[in-house]
């Protein structure tokens, strides 16, 4: 069965700190894609960043970057030096290509709150 | 260019009554999905639209239907409104044919049943 886990359910920080969020999947596909997205209190889901299944390197893109385990059916997500602009809540999402659609299964996500 | 786009953005229906809610993707996407995310909680999937076919299905009852237009845009139907069909409903477009299936989500439609 497919599924995400985001255990923590909300995470505050000082502006400036690092925070790491977690997300742990679950997947029989051999091919799938990871993501991250951010949903602000308008509503609308804003893409992160995109991980698929055959390419466990990690990356920094500016602020964000990203730790992709196989081996522990992990991807983390880090921010860097928050700002309070950060403060959302962040979906890990999973994707299955075999199903040829890519629907998304979301966690339930972690509200980062950035204290000035 | 003109991301995904949803309407109305709040709606207020009474339980019983029907409800549609509009889409239209992202210039150049030609897929389109819904979700339904309760309060707390994360997207859950509602159905898919391809080719103004629906292509694959999430566990939600025959109340919940949709279409797809010729021009990409499509719309959600519910009948039969329940309390338990208040959350926020969002449309996402894509264009899985590519090498990067990302897809990219409107700002919802807020359903509140009284």
């Known amino acids: 069965a497919q599924k995400v886990t985001q255990a923590q359910t909300e995470i505050s920080v000082v502006e400036k700190e690092d925070v790491t969020l977690d997300c742990v999947y679950e997947?029989?596909?051999?091919?799938?894609?990871l993501f991250w997205y951010k949903q602000p209190p308008s509503g609308e889901l804003v893409f992160l960043i995109r991980?698929?299944?055959?390419?466990?390197q990690n990356e920094i893109s500016g602020r964000y970057s990203w730790n992709f385990q196989k081996s522990t059916s992990s991807f983390n997500f880090t921010i860097t030096a928050s700002q309070v602009v950060d403060s959302a809540v962040y979906f890990c999402a999973l994707s299955e290509a075999d199903s040829g659609t890519y629907k998304y299964i979301f966690g339930t996500g972690t509200r980062l709150k950035v204290l000035a | 260019d003109a991301g995904v786009t949803q309407s109305p953005t709040h709606l207020i229906k009474t339980r019983g009554q029907q409800v549609t809610l509009r889409c239209s993707p992202k210039s150049g996407h030609d897929t389109v999905s819904w979700y339904q995310q309760a309060l707390g909680q994360g997207p859950q999937f509602i159905f898919q639209y391809y080719e103004e076919e629906e292509r694959q299905r999430g566990n939600f009852p025959d109340r919940f239907s949709g279409h797809q237009f010729p021009n990409y845009s499509s719309e959600l139907n519910v009948n039969a409104l329940l309390l338990g069909d208040s959350a926020l409903y969002l449309c996402a477009s894509s264009f899985p044919t590519g090498p990067y299936p990302e897809a990219f989500f409107g700002q919802g439609t807020r359903l509140t049943v009284v």
């Open positions: 991980r698929n299944s055959f390419d466990e």
């Open positions: 997947t029989r596909d051999t091919t799938y894609y």
